[in-house]
Each structure stands twice: as structure tokens, then as C-alpha cells.
């Protein structure tokens, strides 16, 4: 079982209302992810980062930013929710050692904005 | 044309039944692939990376078609709990840390 956790794992929420998801490894991986899935839709890649102080953006256009200043976590915050973010927001993370660099997924956080 | 491309089903089979599934890809430098299994409002799951030479793994067989550009992964004797989203994941980035992108699924049921 991959070491990753996210929480809230559930989270219902007012519009214009600030959040953050937190999501955390304990493998040491050093790539990190947050995808974005509607129930039964593909995944859709919003933010990765290379590593400590390193982000970019993803294929999905998204309001929200994400941090990376340990290499452990990788916190996503909206600064103004809105009912178009609801959603399941999964986290993700890779490490760099062996061949196939296989991507292990938290249990993700599933985000109703009202 | 998306990156990478699946049937999205859905695979409705009896028990016991051997279902397969395709995943094809457009880029021909692509070096990593893998199958995700995907319960209903749950996370991905990694089932098997994909190797070059095939790999299987108890009932599950993967295989990858450098020449057609496609990765294969096929179920045999299938049981009731093999019901989920199957995702193909590719690396068309050698190296970045993009890594995988995703196909967008194939649903299987298997009817008892």
C-alpha cells in the first residue's frame, strides 16, 4: 500500500468560503500531483511539482495554486470557493528510483461547494 | 487525436468469463505504461505496469505493442469483483516530471 493521505476526505462548504486540501507522502517522492475527476469522467491533471519550491500548472485550467515547501506535502487552497470546484481532488506522487516510476493516488478529497 | 485512447466500454460479461481491453498511444517515444484499476468513487489503483517483453500477474495478463502503438491487458476468468474502470497511464514525457497521462477508461461489468 502506497504511504499517501489526504484530508478531508469529505468536505461541504458555502460558496466564497477559503479552503485547503492537504495531501502528504511519506515515501520521500520527490513528484507530486493533484488531478481533478467528475464522477464517472476522466482525470484531468491541474498541478505537479518537480520538487521542493517547484509547481506548474496542468492540462486543466484550475483557480486553485498549490505549495510545496516540504517535500511531503503538497497543499492545494482555493481562495474563493465556488459550486464549479465541486469535485473529487485526487493527489498523486512519484518517486525516482527503479524503472517505471509508478504513481501511487491518495483516497482523495470530495469537494461540495453550495 | 487525445494522447491516449480507450474504449470506454461499457464491458458487460458473464462470470468466468476472459475480457480485453485496449489502450492505444500517440506517442512513439512514450517508455512507461501501466494499468489502473478504478472503483466507483474511489481512487486509482496501480494493477500492473506494463513491460516490454508482457507481463502477467494471476489472471491479469498485460502486453505492450511497440509497432501498433497499444498496450493490452487482458482478464481471464473473470469474477464478480473484477468490476471497475480499467485506466491505461502512458509516460509520453521520457524523463519530465509530467509523467503519465491517462486514458479516460473502460468500464467492465461482470454479471453473475
Known amino acids: 500500500e502506497a504511504d499517501i493521505y489526504q484530508t478531508p476526505r469529505y468536505l461541504v462548504i458555502g460558496t466564497g468560503k477559503k479552503i485547503t486540501l492537504e495531501c502528504s507522502q511519506t515515501?520521500?517522492?520527490?513528484?507530486m500531483y493533484w488531478y481533478q475527476q467528475d464522477p464517472g469522467m476522466e482525470l484531468h491533471l491541474i498541478h505537479y511539482s518537480y520538487g521542493v519550491n517547484s509547481t506548474e500548472k496542468g492540462d486543466l485550467s484550475s483557480e486553485s495554486t498549490v505549495s510545496r515547501i516540504r517535500t511531503e506535502h503538497f497543499p492545494l487552497t482555493l481562495e474563493s470557493a465556488r459550486p464549479s470546484h465541486t469535485s473529487q481532488y485526487l493527489c498523486?506522487?512519484?518517486?525516482?528510483?527503479?524503472?517505471?516510476?509508478?504513481?501511487?493516488f491518495g483516497p482523495g478529497t470530495r469537494l461540495t461547494v453550495l | 487525436r487525445k494522447e491516449v485512447e480507450q474504449d470506454p466500454g461499457p464491458f458487460n460479461v458473464p462470470e468466468g468469463a476472459t475480457v480485453a481491453f485496449n489502450c492505444t498511444y500517440s506517442n512513439s517515444a512514450s517508455q512507461s505504461f501501466f494499468w489502473y484499476r478504478q472503483d466507483c468513487r474511489k481512487e486509482p489503483k496501480l494493477l500492473m505496469s506494463v513491460y516490454s517483453s508482457g507481463n502477467e500477474d494471476g489472471r491479469f495478463t498485460a502486453q505492450l505493442n511497440r509497432a501498433s502503438q497499444y498496450i493490452s491487458l487482458l482478464i481471464r476468468d473473470s469474477k464478480l469483483s473484477d468490476s471497475a474502470t480499467y485506466l491505461c497511464a502512458v509516460n509520453p514525457h521520457s524523463g519530465s516530471a509530467r509523467q503519465l497521462t491517462f486514458g479516460s477508461g473502460t468500464q467492465l461489468t461482470v454479471l453473475p
Open positions: 515515501m520521500g517522492h520527490d513528484k
Open positions: 498523486a506522487s512519484t518517486g525516482t528510483s527503479g524503472r517505471y516510476n509508478e504513481q501511487f
